[in-house]
């Protein structure tokens, strides 16, 4: 028999800027599940990253259900809705090396000063520097700082983790706890946030770590921009307190056409693209697939998410 597998919301704008969710409807029904009204299912895909208050109601309405899937890697909207009722699982994971890819695409840029020449119409003097034997410190120890590691290797990049726990990271130089920052940023050449967006991570980019960073070293950020206190970035970037800034991720968001940090000749900023649209949807079908799979089988779900810690 079929797993009962709920699809909800139908009308979110993520699903329509994705295309028709057949998509999402084939991936459960390749997994082995059958797509039913929520009072009918033991298990709810659900469809919209930017949506918990609506998440709530129908898990209120329909307390059976007992596994949910979040669409993104990303879920700090989704924190007051977790619970230890049911199973959660989100997309972190699948999506780390096309990140880790923007990632290392924003730290070249930067490094060799792209967001110049691009401004340029005539012929200009060289600048800009190597990436090779680069001090790296990336804030965030999961599947996307696994993924840059390894693309980093080749450069021979000396490469600092910063994770909640300083357990030894493998690939990495050295391991720090987050109450190490201070030395973690002050080093380093490069700094590349990686990490989920909690009450303890949020704003952790601020005047004070700005402060702590090398004047040449560079802030690449792929996360969130909650990480970042933007008002604060904008003074170190005008003042010349870091080389410069390579954004994927801004707070706020979208980031306004007047915002100051547009202007800025040292700040590269891409419109959150790290994964689009037509990136994520393979991924994410295969996802939901073994996950309807597994739940059916009674296995171990994919992207498992800890209530407690929200990601």
Not at 208 to 220: K, N, Q
Not at 263 to 276: G, M
């Amino acid at each position: 028999m079929n797993t009962p597998v709920a699809l909800a919301p139908r009308d979110s704008n993520w699903l329509t800027q994705s295309g028709s969710g057949g998509w999402i409807v084939a991936a459960i029904e390749a997994g082995g599940g059958q797509v039913v009204d929520e009072a009918e299912a033991e298990a709810l895909i659900w469809s919209d990253p930017a949506a918990p208050d609506r998440l709530r109601a129908t898990l209120d309405a329909h307390p059976g259900l007992r596994w949910v899937q979040l669409p993104f890697a990303g879920i700090e909207a989704y924190g007051p809705v977790l619970d230890h009722d049911r199973a959660w699982t989100c997309a972190k994971r699948i999506y780390a090396d096309t990140t880790a890819e923007h990632a290392l695409t924003l730290t070249l840029a930067g490094f060799r000063d792209l967001r110049t020449y691009l401004r340029e119409h005539r012929w200009t003097p060289g600048r800009g520097r190597n990436l090779r034997g680069a001090r790296v410190t990336i804030l965030g120890a999961g599947g996307v700082a696994e993924a840059l590691m390894a693309m980093l290797h080749p450069f021979d990049c000396e490469l600092t983790v910063v994770r909640r726990s300083p357990h030894p990271t493998p690939g990495a130089a050295r391991t720090l706890g987050l109450h190490d920052l201070a030395e973690a940023v002050g080093q380093a050449e490069v700094v590349v946030l990686a990490l989920a967006l909690t009450p303890t991570t949020r704003g952790i980019i601020d005047r004070s770590a700005l402060a702590m960073m090398r004047p040449d070293a560079w802030l690449v950020n792929v996360a969130r921009g909650g990480h970042v206190v933007t008002d604060d970035l904008v003074d170190a970037l005008r003042d010349g307190a870091i080389a410069g800034a390579a954004l994927d991720v801004t707070d706020p968001e979208p980031l306004p056409e007047s915002h100051p940090l547009w202007e800025l000749d040292n700040c590269l900023i891409t419109p959150h693209v790290a994964n689009t649209h037509t990136m994520l949807k393979p991924r994410l079908a295969a996802l939901i697939t073994e996950n309807v799979r597994r739940f059916s089988t009674g296995d171990d779900l994919l992207g498992r998410v800890d209530p407690d810690l929200g990601y």
